[in-house]
C-alpha cells in the first residue's frame, strides 16, 4: 500500500533552515508529481510547493519564495524540503502529499516549529 513518512521537523530558531524529507513506497514514485502542504492550528492546508516527475517545480507562494525549495530523489523514492530564513509564521504541521491515479495521500505530518 502506498506509504508517505516525513521527517526532519523540529525546534529551530527564526532565521534557522531545516530540510524536511518524505520517504515514499507502495507507487511508482518516479512517476508522480509530489507536493508539500502544510497546517497551522485552526487554518487550513495549504500548498507549500509541487515538484513534477521530472523534478520540475512549481511556482512557490509568496509566503515562501526564495525561502524553501522542493526537490526530489527518484532512486530513493525521498522526497526533500529545505527550507532556509524560517520565520515563526512558518510553523506549521508539514505533509507530504500525493495523487495516484483518483487517490489523494497524505503522511503523518512532521511538526516545524520556529521561535526563540
Known amino acids: 500500500q502506498v506509504q508517505l513518512v516525513e521527517s526532519g521537523g523540529g525546534l529551530v530558531q527564526p532565521g534557522g533552515s531545516l530540510r524536511l524529507s518524505c520517504q515514499a513506497s507502495g507507487f511508482p514514485f518516479s512517476s508522480y508529481a509530489m507536493s508539500w502542504f502544510r497546517q497551522s492550528p485552526g487554518k487550513e492546508r495549504d500548498l507549500v510547493a509541487t515538484?513534477?516527475?521530472?523534478?520540475?517545480?512549481?511556482n512557490y507562494p509568496d509566503s515562501v519564495k526564495g525561502r524553501f525549495t522542493i526537490s526530489r530523489d527518484n532512486a530513493q523514492n525521498t522526497l526533500y524540503l529545505q527550507m532556509h530564513s524560517l520565520k515563526p509564521e512558518d510553523t506549521a504541521v508539514y505533509y507530504c502529499?500525493?495523487?495516484?491515479?483518483?487517490?489523494?495521500?497524505w503522511g503523518q505530518g512532521t511538526q516545524v516549529t520556529v521561535s526563540s
Open positions: 502529499n500525493a495523487k495516484v491515479g483518483f487517490v489523494t495521500y
Open positions: 515538484i513534477s516527475r521530472t523534478s520540475k517545480p512549481s
